[in-house]
């Protein structure tokens, strides 16, 4: 008999569903990514609103609605990634491989160690954008912040951008690390450390780097105020981590992450 298909959950879908996974006995062997989460809203109709915004994950690749997914297949569900309203951090080890230079972690963020990782003497400039956790937002006062990531994902969209800065921006070092657990206020959540030649590309590919980073990488965030909690989705219209880079979105001004 063939095993279940099994599908991860994360953040506010996790908690919305109550668990971390769903094993289902279907019989096909293989589906498109839009059937699979039509036969989940069909299952969970009082969560078909959340389900309809979500992306399927296969094999740690984002799965257009139209693709073909295997019960086989490493998948995952994933509601809208966390942007807008916080933090941010982009951090990497010393050393120049993507391996070393992108990463998610439960420890305290080291800017000068991030920063470091894209020193190179043929660069005039080197910048770090550091995200920190805000107390005060819309009149809600933040307590604290939890991050929640799909890890090894999570860190190859990560070295994906910096594959695209280097393609955008060419001689451009990138380096990003993300703290995913529970962050306090005035604590650090991402550094994205940018070096190039000149200061410009610095700027613009920094600037290139959180805004994808909120578009592509499946971080979530749940904001724990003093009478409650939030997960914050995708906060810049509607979600489509397969859109072209290079949109029209925007950050909010004096916005972390």
Same mark, same amino acid.
């Given at each position: 008999?063939?095993?279940?298909?099994?599908?991860q959950?994360?953040?506010?879908?996790?908690e919305?569903l109550?668990?971390r996974?769903l094993?289902i006995d279907?019989e096909e062997? &293989?589906?498109?990514?839009?059937?699979?989460?039509?036969?989940?809203?069909?299952?969970?109709?009082?969560?078909?609103d959340l389900l309809?915004v979500?992306?399927?994950?296969?094999n740690?690749a984002y799965?257009h609605?139209?693709?073909?997914?295997?019960?086989s297949?490493?998948?995952a569900?994933l509601p809208p990634?966390?942007g807008?309203l916080?933090?941010?951090?982009?951090?990497a080890e010393n050393?120049a491989?993507n391996q070393?230079?992108y990463g998610?972690?439960e420890l305290?963020?080291d800017?000068e160690r991030?920063i470091?990782a894209?020193?190179?003497p043929d660069h005039?400039?080197?910048i770090a954008?550091?995200g920190?956790?805000?107390?005060?937002t819309?009149?809600k006062?933040?307590v604290?912040l939890e991050?929640?990531a799909?890890k090894?994902?999570?860190?190859?969209?990560l070295a994906?951008?910096?594959?695209?800065?280097?393609a955008?921006w060419p001689?451009?070092?990138?380096?990003?690390?993300?703290r995913?657990?529970?962050?306090g206020?005035?604590?650090?959540?991402?550094?994205?450390?940018?070096?190039?030649?000149?200061?410009?590309?610095?700027? &613009?590919?920094s600037r290139y780097?959180?805004e994808?980073?909120?578009?592509?990488?499946?971080i979530?965030?749940k904001e724990?105020y003093?009478d409650?909690?939030?997960?914050k989705?995708?906060?810049?219209?509607?979600w489509?981590?397969l859109?072209?880079?290079?949109?029209?979105?925007?950050?909010?001004e004096g916005?972390g992450r």
């Amino acid at each position: 008999m063939n095993s279940a298909w099994n599908i991860q959950l994360f953040a506010g879908l996790a908690e919305r569903l109550g668990q971390r996974s769903l094993q289902i006995d279907w019989e096909e062997d &293989e589906l498109s990514a839009g059937q699979l989460k039509r036969r989940l809203a069909d299952r969970h109709p009082e969560h078909a609103d959340l389900l309809s915004v979500c992306f399927l994950a296969c094999n740690r690749a984002y799965a257009h609605d139209s693709a073909t997914v295997k019960r086989s297949d490493e998948l995952a569900l994933l509601p809208p990634v966390s942007g807008g309203l916080s933090d941010a951090e982009a951090a990497a080890e010393n050393g120049a491989s993507n391996q070393q230079r992108y990463g998610i972690t439960e420890l305290p963020l080291d800017v000068e160690r991030t920063i470091a990782a894209v020193y190179h003497p043929d660069h005039g400039a080197a910048i770090a954008f550091v995200g920190t956790t805000r107390e005060w937002t819309a009149g809600k006062r933040t307590v604290t912040l939890e991050y929640e990531a799909y890890k090894p994902m999570a860190e190859a969209s990560l070295a994906s951008i910096g594959d695209e800065i280097a393609a955008r921006w060419p001689g451009t070092l990138t380096a990003i690390a993300h703290r995913i657990g529970t962050v306090g206020i005035g604590e650090i959540s991402v550094v994205i450390a940018v070096s190039s030649a000149h200061r410009a590309d610095a700027y &613009e590919a920094s600037r290139y780097a959180i805004e994808r980073l909120k578009q592509v990488v499946p971080i979530w965030k749940k904001e724990i105020y003093e009478d409650g909690t939030e997960w914050k989705g995708h906060q810049l219209g509607p979600w489509n981590p397969l859109a072209a880079p290079g949109g029209s979105e925007r950050p909010e001004e004096g916005a972390g992450r």
